[in-house]
């Protein structure tokens, strides 16, 4: 599987970008989606997970609210709409895909991952 995100970029604070994340392979309609975002001198941290037939998401506390996963299984692509942009938001987001259906927190839960997106959001 092999993944492309894109959308990121320079943004004020309050404002919005939206995310995506192509997706190569048959199966992706299987996959557990998850994205993820590493600020400098941070680890990578959990943002959001959408499972194979996106009925259920999950967000980390930081972000609920203001960001929206979803996911399109005919165009292989899924998306991090984000609202209400803040500083502290700014980092690279990666995407990635775990071969079970169903969103999990942990890093070391997905196979595949994206080569990232910069995200800054300036005040």
């Known amino acids: 599987v092999q993944l492309q995100a894109s959308g990121g970029g320079l943004v004020q604070v309050g404002g919005s970008l939206r995310l995506s994340c192509a997706a190569s392979?048959?199966?992706?309609?299987?996959?557990?989606m998850g994205w993820f975002r590493q600020a400098p001198g941070e680890e990578r941290e959990f943002v959001s997970g959408i499972t194979w037939s996106g009925g259920s998401t999950s967000y980390a506390d930081s972000v609920k609210g203001r960001f929206t996963i979803s996911r399109d299984n005919v165009k292989n692509t899924v998306y991090l709409q984000m609202n209400s942009l803040k500083p502290e938001d700014t980092a690279v987001y990666y995407c990635?895909?775990?071969?079970?259906?169903?969103?999990?927190?942990?890093?070391?839960?997905?196979?595949?991952w994206g080569q990232g997106t910069q995200v800054t959001v300036s005040s």
């Open positions: 990635a895909a775990r071969r079970l259906g169903y969103t999990s927190l942990g890093l070391n839960e997905y196979e595949w």
């Open positions: 392979g048959r199966t992706f309609s299987g996959y557990g």
